[in-house]
T-cell receptor, first 112, second 114 residues
Framework: DAKTTQPPSMDCAEGRAANLPCNHS???????VYWYRQIHSQGPQYIIH???NNETNEMASLIITEDRKSSTLILPHATLRDTAVYYC?????????????FGQGTTLQVKP | EPEVTQTPSHQVTQMGQEVILRCVPI?????FYWYRQILGQKVEFLVS????????KSEIFDDQFSVERPDGSNFTLKIRSTKLEDSAMYFC????????????FGQGTRLTVV
């Protein structure tokens, strides 16, 4: 599985956009980029995923560079409830597993 | 919205006892997973299960662990003889078929071995 690198922590002002970067320079052509978050030891929550095109849903936008070696998760209007650990995961589906390999993630602190 | 449910939310057990953690995956999902998270550490993959058999397991998932889908709705993780170091949050997850799908997690069971 390709490895990801994320900054350990970031701050963001409430109401502003939070831009969380992720490097995945060894990503393979058939690997997707997934983002999850974990709020205070709750179960990880799916946010968004993509292969090579930019993606947007009701929670966030995912921008993937053309060479696919990095991506950015954008929370357009961060709220205090978005304070969490955010995980960027490259998901390799070997056989039938689809397991997720979590790193340390980025702890996002949204401040009033 | 469908969700993965786990019971109990907190389990305290004595060292050496057997525990069974229970999960009800999302009903039309076919892939099931267990993960654990020791306090202050990252989420770790334990095992994946598909078509009534283990499809992959990590080195953590040794002979003390087993998984079962006893009926059409439940998915269980059994730890035969618990150790202090088994104390952790255990998360169940499930996903649909195919590469382009997301896995949904339950809220976890906090296992405390004393």
């Amino acid at each position: 599985d390709a490895k990801t690198t994320q900054p350990p922590s970031m701050d963001c002002a409430e109401g502003r956009a939070a831009n969380l970067p992720c490097n995945h320079s060894t990503i393979s052509g058939n690997e997707y980029v997934y983002w999850y978050r974990q709020i205070h030891s709750q179960g990880p929550q799916y946010i968004i995923h993509g292969l090579k095109n930019n993606e947007t849903n009701e929670m966030a936008s995912l921008i993937i560079t053309e060479d696919r070696k990095s991506s950015t998760l954008i929370l357009p209007h961060a709220t205090l409830r978005d304070t969490a650990v955010y995980y960027c995961i490259v998901r390799a589906l070997s056989g039938n597993t689809g397991k997720l390999i979590f790193g340390q993630g980025t702890t996002l602190q949204v401040k009033p | 919205e469908p969700e993965v449910t786990q019971t109990p939310s907190h389990q305290v057990t004595q060292m050496g006892q057997e525990v069974i953690l229970r999960c009800v995956p999302i009903s039309n999902h076919l892939y099931f997973y267990w993960y654990r998270q020791i306090l202050g550490q990252k989420v770790e993959f334990l095992v994946s299960f598909y078509n009534n058999e283990i499809s992959e397991k990590s080195e953590i998932f040794d002979d003390q662990f087993s998984v079962e889908r006893p009926d059409g709705s439940n998915f269980t993780l059994k730890i035969r003889s618990t150790k202090l170091e088994d104390s952790a949050m255990y998360f169940c997850a499930s996903s649909d078929v195919g590469m382009n799908t997301e896995a949904f997690f339950g809220q976890g069971t906090r296992l405390t071995v004393v």
